[in-house]
């Protein structure tokens, strides 16, 4: 059974339950409350005429009150206080006299009157009886009766109105359920088809606008979702013809070179030569499939992390002094100042990879006579290490991916540039497994700025000086 169907019957069923209990609640109260009114307009008519012959209690007063209830669409009955008829607005008929004969003996003084008879469904009339006193201290009662018929023709019209209301507001019941079910699920068909075609390996999805709700948040995740894994399909379709061309590359000089080594016609000093470039392309086959293998180990969560305390600012002037060479070889200056004494808990090993990392981009990306500073700061007990470069810059537009895994800001596949795409990624990994956060900020031509932020401790002095 489609949602829709399901969503419309859910809604039909609990709105029908509800519409059913109101209207049976209304109309029983609607009669219960009409009858109570009749009742009480006449037990009041009963009193009134009670007050009038109390006062005057004569042969003239009784014909009037006869004469006046003929008129109107009750009826009256005064009897003396053995039960004998007075007067009689209508022919006692059997119903009438089985009312009068049942309660006679059980009367008292009734001065605010009293209901005999209210059964309106069952009975033909419904009745009242108020006792009076007259002049000569003898009691009568007045009796009034009302024919049901009159209430039940009301009823039975009151019926009709609810069940003509009943069946308009079912009919707008209806009709509102038919298009809210629709409009609820257009947008849920629109990403059960969205699904269904990223299942099938179609990211190219496009859901509509999406409304501030939880339905809304669903199809905003299903399209990020999309435009992710797009994304990574891209990505890693790039990366493949990456990783074969960088591996192809370097197998391919490794074969042709090892031929020319084989040659016996060769010096030993070219045989040298074409041995160290097999060498160099070697290392570059292992480098590249080191970073693969730790990718692959931190996705396994198998990759070693053993952390130490660590003075930050011994641990990070022996990278510098490290790097300073290198740097100083290609014309770029290096500085490094530290303005804060602090312990962090890293891995030595790890995190030295991760400085080497960040400083080797600086060193690839910065011109010559430019500056990249290492900067050691403190902020709400936090360390900030911070690598800050003056080189070309990452445009905007790379700048949300450059620590996905596989993504490569340099498209050329340049062998001494642009890397394998690996390197960012692992950093985060490996500041990530520290519990620390790394950022990144850049502006084109000017310069990157990538800063470390790590959990600090001041006040440790058991730590080793590296």
């Known amino acids: ?15 029908f339950i509800i519409e059913a209990s109101s209207m049976f609640f209304l109309h029983r109260n609607v009669v219960h409350s009409l009858v109570n009114e009749e009742l009480e307009s006449l037990k009041s008519r009963g009193n009134s005429h009670s007050d009038v012959l109390e006062i005057s209690y004569d042969e003239t007063t009784l014909h009037h009150i006869q004469v006046m209830e003929t008129e109107t669409e009750t009826e009256v009955v005064i009897t003396d206080d053995i039960g004998k008829i007075k007067i009689s607005s209508k022919q ?4 009438m006299d089985k009312i009068l004969t049942r309660n006679i003996l059980d009367l008292e003084a009734l001065n605010e009157g009293l209901i005999l008879q209210s059964d309106w469904q069952n009975t033909p009339y419904i009745s009242t009886v108020s006792s009076f006193k007259t002049p000569n201290g003898h009691i009568g009662y007045v009796y009034m009766f009302k024919s049901t018929d009159q209430i039940q023709h009301f009823i039975s019209r009151l019926n009709e109105h609810f069940i003509l209301a009943s069946v308009l507001i079912l009919f707008f019941m209806l009709i509102t359920i038919f298009f809210l079910s629709k409009a609820l699920t257009k947008p849920l068909i629109s990403m059960k088809e969205a699904t269904r075609k990223i299942s099938n390996g179609d990211f190219s999805v496009s859901l509509p606008k999406a409304s501030k709700d939880e339905i809304g948040e669903l199809s905003t995740s299903i ?4 435009n992710d894994l797009n994304y990574l399909k891209k990505e890693r379709t790039e990366f493949l013809a990456s990783i074969s ?7 391919t000089y490794i074969k042709g070179y090892t031929d020319i080594a084989r040659r016996e016609n060769i010096s030993e000093k070219e045989r040298l030569n074409y041995l160290d470039i097999i060498y160099e392309e070697s290392n570059h086959v292992g480098d590249l499939l080191k970073e693969l293998f730790d990718l692959a180990k931190m996705d396994q969560n198998t990759f070693p992390i053993s952390k130490e305390k660590i003075n930050i600012c011994s641990f990070m002037n022996s990278i510098f002094q490290k790097m300073k060479p290198a740097f100083k070889s290609k014309g770029v200056k290096l500085e490094f100042t530290c303005k804060t004494e602090a ?8 995190f030295e990879q991760i400085l080497l990392n960040l400083l080797d981009n600086s060193l690839k990306y910065s011109e010559m006579n430019s500056l990249t500073q290492i900067e050691i700061t403190n902020e709400n007990n936090f360390v900030n290490i911070i690598v800050k470069d003056q080189g070309i810059g990452i445009p905007d537009e790379d700048l949300p991916y450059i620590f996905d895994r596989l ?12 890397g394998y795409g690996l390197g960012l990624s692992i950093v985060k990994e490996i500041v990530g497994a ?11 031509n000017k310069g990157t700025c ?17």
């Open 92 to 95: 006692i008929d059997a119903e």
């Open 343 to 350: 312990v962090v808990d890293i891995d030595p090993t790890r």
């Open 450 to 466: 990538f800063k470390i932020t790590l959990k600090g401790f001041y006040d440790d002095n058991n730590f080793v000086n590296r």
């Open 245 to 251: 061309h960088e591996l192809r590359t370097p197998l």
């Open 223 to 226: 399209q990020t979702l999309a």
């Open 434 to 444: 520290h519990g620390g956060n790394i950022t990144v900020e850049s502006q084109l």
């Open 407 to 418: 993504y490569r800001v340099e498209k050329s596949r340049s062998r001494l540039t642009g």
């Open 1 to 15: 059974m489609k949602i829709s169907i399901k969503l419309g019957l859910w809604f039909f069923i609990c709105i």
